[in-house]
């Protein structure tokens, strides 16, 4: 399970989750969102998973709002924008 913030503000940007120490940023081509790979506190429904489970999150600057980018079954990390919308995983 994922370590919780002592602070509490990764959980307000993140429910159920929070950064490791392998995160990794990266800010979209128009710098107005950044990325990050998140450890999620959820249940794994694969065979032999062992340990947190990765989703890829982009926060959205201006508005301080983030927001997840891949659907619970997935499992994804080191997401890398491709333009200013898209991410490849």
Do not use: F, H
Request: charge should be negative; include cysteine; aromatic fraction near 6%.
């Amino acid at each position: 399970m994922a370590r919780r913030s002592k602070n509490g503000r990764i959980e307000k940007l993140i429910p159920d989750g929070d950064m490791s120490g392998d995160t990794r940023l990266d800010v979209s081509p128009d710098g107005r969102r950044c990325s990050w790979t998140s450890v999620m506190n959820e249940e794994s429904e694969r065979k032999d998973w062992d340990g947190p489970l990765p989703a890829i999150w982009a926060l959205d600057l201006a508005r301080e709002k983030a927001t997840r980018l891949t659907p619970e079954p997935l499992y994804a990390w080191d997401g890398q924008w491709l333009d200013a919308d898209s991410i490849l995983s």
